[in-house]
């Protein structure tokens, strides 16, 4: 499975921004995927998951502002980011497991990661 988050950038503080992580290489209906954001200096953080039904999972420190959904014949899933702050700005990533249907916020748990977006939301 190969992965690819994009539609990262240079937003101000309050701005929403979606993101899109584009699956190919394996079905797509029997991935599950997880969002996580790395900043310099910090450890990797889990923001969301998502399984093939749509049932999802968020970090609580997100919930309300983010929103992961999924388009199964696109095989994409997108991450909706609302009202960015500061501390927002990381690299953020996808990762997938396949054949699966629960959901785990461990970065461990995934198997296939793809090269993260960047997001950044000036003080």
């Known amino acids: 499975v190969q992965l690819q988050a994009s539609g990262g950038g240079l937003v101000q503080a309050g701005d929403s921004l979606r993101l899109s992580c584009i699956a190919s290489?394996?079905?797509?209906?029997?991935?599950?995927v997880g969002w996580f954001r790395q900043a310099p200096g910090k450890e990797r953080e889990f923001l969301a998951a998502?399984?093939?039904?749509?049932?999802?999972k968020y970090a609580g420190f997100v919930e309300g502002r983010f929103t992961t959904s999924r388009d199964n014949v696109k095989n994409t899933v997108y991450l909706q980011m609302d009202r960015l702050k500061p501390d927002d700005t990381a690299v953020y990533s996808c990762?997938?497991?396949?054949?699966?249907?629960?959901?785990?916020?461990?970065?461990?748990?995934?198997?296939?990661w793809g090269q993260g977006t960047q997001v950044t939301s000036p003080a």
């Open positions: 998502i399984t093939l039904a749509g049932y999802t």
């Open positions: 290489g394996r079905s797509f209906s029997n991935i599950v």
């Open positions: 990762a997938a497991k396949t054949g699966v249907t629960v959901l785990s916020s461990h970065p461990n748990w995934y198997r296939y």
